[in-house]
Nanobody
Framework: QVRLVESGGGLVQAGGSMRLSCTTS????????MAWFRQAPGTEREFVAT????????LYSDSVKGRFTISRDNAKNTLYLQMDSLKPEDTAVYFC???????????????WGQGTQVTVSS
């Protein structure tokens, strides 16, 4: 069992920055891939970024590439999402996810956090 808890959301102006964190507990954090997803009102949940077990490989959606950075600190059992040059269209609830069956990238999440709201004002 893996428990994921996001934090760091809030309100920011367009062009600003924000860092989200996702702390994990339960099953050992190290061996598996993690990811961030987001869901805006009235839309389906969409992929944002994923990272492999040791942080050496990352993958981003086209909409955030070059602006967002996913990283992890395995010693702290924590996943991060650094968001820069934020746009109003980045407004969404952001979720972290774990795929305990894969170490390279999240394909089919087994566990989800409860989500944290990010609102970008224009």
């Amino acid at each position: 069992q893996v428990r994921l808890v996001e934090s760091g959301g809030g309100l920011v102006q367009a062009g600003g920055s924000m860092r989200l964190s996702c702390t994990t507990s339960g099953r050992t954090f190290t061996p598996y891939a993690m990811a961030w997803f987001r869901q805006a009102p009235g839309t389906e949940r969409e992929f944002v970024a994923t990272i492999n077990w040791n942080g050496s490989m990352t993958l981003y959606s086209d909409s955030v590439k070059g602006r967002f950075t996913i990283s992890r600190d395995n010693a702290k059992n924590t996943l991060y999402l650094q968001m820069d040059s934020l746009k109003p269209e980045d407004t969404a609830v952001y979720f972290c996810a774990a795929d305990v069956h894969r170490s390279t990238r999240v394909a089919d999440p087994d566990y989800w956090g409860q989500g944290t709201q990010v609102t970008v004002s224009s």
